[in-house]
């Protein structure tokens, strides 16, 4: 059981460019997340998706782009990369339903430089 | 809206001491609360939730945590520190409702000292 998948582990982009973080789970779950972890920071919350086709702002979604075609993916999308944007991105995912209890899994995270 | 305060963003102890980081929150409705430790360059591992069944919670490595609804805490413990606990802590909370998303705190660095 592999849990939740991120690629890359490591990238350097320049100003300007993009690039799409993958994100993907085996364990059937409905709910999916992608934070970023700043230095010295918690983590903040960019885009959720509590199903395929169905995807919401947190609070830091600005630069960012998500879909949601299937429940296994969740793809991030940067667009014209900025300084900013550097920064550590975990997926994490949970599954649905009440009970708040239920954690949420993590990837290993992306850990990426716009320079 | 809930937010999460962790009073120390670095604490350091000596090898067998006792281990307290401290977490407050705040929440309009029964919060869920978490501790999650992350060593350097991994992801987040869950070491205890609160799920409102006991007040007192046991988590992996020997870590605890009490739930004080009246002084609004979720502080975790243990007894006895190893080097192997030297990382990084972070508490959170999440609603039932809505996005269910978790809300972190900014983290506390534990040091543990040979």
């Known amino acids: 059981n592999a849990g939740v998948t991120q690629t890359p582990k490591f990238r350097i982009l320049k100003i300007g460019q993009s690039m799409t973080l993958q994100c993907t789970q085996d364990m059937n779950h409905n709910y999916m997340y992608w934070y970023r972890q700043d230095p010295g920071m918690g983590l903040k919350l960019i885009y959720y998706?509590?199903?395929?086709?169905?995807?919401d702002k947190g609070e830091v979604p600005n630069g960012y782009n998500v879909s949601r075609s299937t429940t296994e993916d969740f793809p991030l999308r940067l667009e014209l990369a900025a300084p900013s944007q550097t920064s550590v991105y975990f997926c994490a995912s949970r599954t649905g339903g009440t009970g708040g209890s239920h954690e949420q899994y993590f990837g290993p995270g992306t850990r990426l430089t716009v320079t | 809206a809930q937010s999460v305060t962790q009073l120390g963003s670095h604490v350091s102890v000596s090898e067998g001491a006792l281990v307290l980081l401290r977490c407050n929150y705040s929440s309009s409705v029964p919060p869920y609360l978490f501790w999650y430790v992350q060593y350097p360059n991994q992801g987040l591992q869950l070491l205890l939730k609160?799920?409102?069944?006991?007040?007192l919670v046991k988590g992996i490595n020997g870590f605890e945590a009490e739930f004080k609804k009246s002084e609004t805490s979720f502080h975790l413990t243990k007894p006895s520190a190893h080097m192997s606990d030297a990382a990084e802590y972070f508490c959170a909370v999440s609603l039932d409702t809505g996005r269910r998303a978790l809300t972190f705190g900014s983290g506390t660095r534990l040091q543990v000292q040979p």
């Open positions: 998706s509590v199903g395929a086709g169905i995807t």
């Open positions: 609160y799920t409102s069944a006991a007040t």
